[in-house]
């Protein structure tokens, strides 16, 4: 029997398997009121960076990654994939219970540029309705998976669920290089006032990374936010000029 994600292409080390629901406090930001240019990083001048984390939840190394936001008082923000959340509800109902923001990353993970519309509508549909069901969240970001995205996808994503579509400005490449102290060097020499900062709860390695990370990145004065409150932040529509390329191409390994 092919374990989870493995008919996809994705995380074949997740197995299924529920929880009861447990209690749920945060508040989901409001959707956008205009559809916007997808949003990398925030102009502005104070310290306050985005540590994001795509394609769970994972059944031990997302709990595990809470843990260590917990301790040290960080809040983080969750682009997870829709089958996930249907394999692990109690794991998504913890990210919200404990302020996180979480936000869609699709149901299978696809190149959404290279989809049909209808195809895209359905990959957001599910997953926005399947987090709101399990915990009362209702999404208004949307990450495409490889960074696939182009105005049609943007499109698509604001005028179905009032989306904001939301990259990246820092990329370790800890889906290509399963190495920790390199996953921290990246994310640390990588920060600046404004960025966000992309990660995957989904490898050891980078979960091994993040104690460091954040713990070097608090010693250099920077504030975590989530990336709405980044968002919030910025009010000049400017991109990061510096921004990093965004990973692989589509169809190369999970972004």
Same mark, same amino acid.
């Given at each position: #029997?092919?374990?989870?994600?493995?008919?996809?292409?994705?995380?074949?080390?997740?197995?299924?398997?529920?929880?009861?629901?447990?209690?749920?406090?945060?508040?989901?930001?409001?959707?956008?009121?205009?559809?916007?240019?997808?949003?990398?990083?925030?102009?502005?001048?104070?310290?306050?960076?985005? #540590?994001?984390?795509? =394609?769970?939840?994972?059944?031990?190394?997302?709990?595990?990654?809470?843990?260590?936001?917990?301790?040290?008082?960080?809040?983080?923000?969750?682009?997870?994939?829709?089958?996930?959340?249907? /394999?692990?509800?109690?794991?998504?109902?913890?990210?919200?219970?404990?302020?996180?923001?979480?936000?869609?990353?699709?149901?299978?993970?696809?190149?959404?540029?290279?989809?049909?519309?209808?195809?895209?509508?359905?990959?957001?549909?599910?997953?926005?309705?399947?987090?709101?069901?399990?915990?009362?969240?209702?999404?208004?970001?949307?990450?495409?998976?490889?960074?696939?995205?182009?105005?049609?996808?943007?499109?698509?994503?604001?005028?179905?669920?009032?989306?904001?579509?939301? #990259?990246?400005?820092?990329?370790?490449?800890?889906?290509?290089?399963?190495?920790?102290?390199?996953?921290?060097?990246?994310?640390?020499?990588?920060?600046?006032?404004?960025?966000?900062?992309?990660?995957? =709860?989904?490898?050891?390695?980078?979960?091994? /990374?993040?104690?460091?990370?954040? =713990?070097?990145?608090?010693?250099?004065?920077?504030?975590?936010?989530?990336?709405?409150?980044?968002?919030? #932040?910025?009010?000049?529509?400017?991109?990061?000029?510096?921004?990093?390329?965004?990973?692989?191409?589509?169809?190369?390994?999970?972004?």
């Amino acid at each position: #029997m092919a374990r989870m994600g493995e008919s996809f292409g994705l995380h074949p080390e997740t197995p299924m398997g529920t929880v009861p629901p447990g209690p749920l406090t945060a508040v989901p930001p409001p959707a956008p009121a205009v559809m916007e240019p997808a949003f990398h990083s925030a102009k502005i001048a104070t310290p306050h960076i985005a #540590m994001t984390f795509d =394609d769970g939840p994972h059944p031990t190394l997302t709990p595990r990654l809470l843990d260590m936001l917990a301790e040290r008082d960080i809040k983080a923000t969750f682009y997870v994939i829709g089958r996930n959340v249907e /394999a692990h509800p109690e794991i998504a109902r913890r990210i919200v219970s404990e302020g996180h923001e979480i936000a869609n990353h699709t149901w299978t993970h696809p190149a959404l540029s290279k989809l049909s519309d209808e195809r895209i509508a359905e990959e957001l549909r599910r997953t926005h309705e399947e987090v709101f069901a399990v915990t009362g969240y209702r999404i208004t970001g949307l990450r495409p998976p490889y960074g696939a995205s182009n105005d049609r996808v943007r499109q698509i994503a604001f005028d179905k669920h009032g989306y904001g579509t939301i #990259m990246w400005s820092v990329d370790p490449l800890d889906w290509k290089y399963r190495n920790t102290v390199r996953v921290t060097r990246e994310l640390v020499v990588g920060a600046s006032p404004g960025a966000v900062l992309l990660a995957h =709860d989904i490898h050891p390695t980078t979960i091994a /990374a993040v104690p460091s990370t954040l =713990d070097q990145l608090t010693a250099k004065k920077f504030e975590f936010v989530t990336v709405h409150h980044l968002l919030e #932040m910025d009010k000049s529509g400017r991109q990061d000029l510096n921004l990093r390329p965004p990973g692989p191409k589509p169809g190369a390994l999970p972004s």
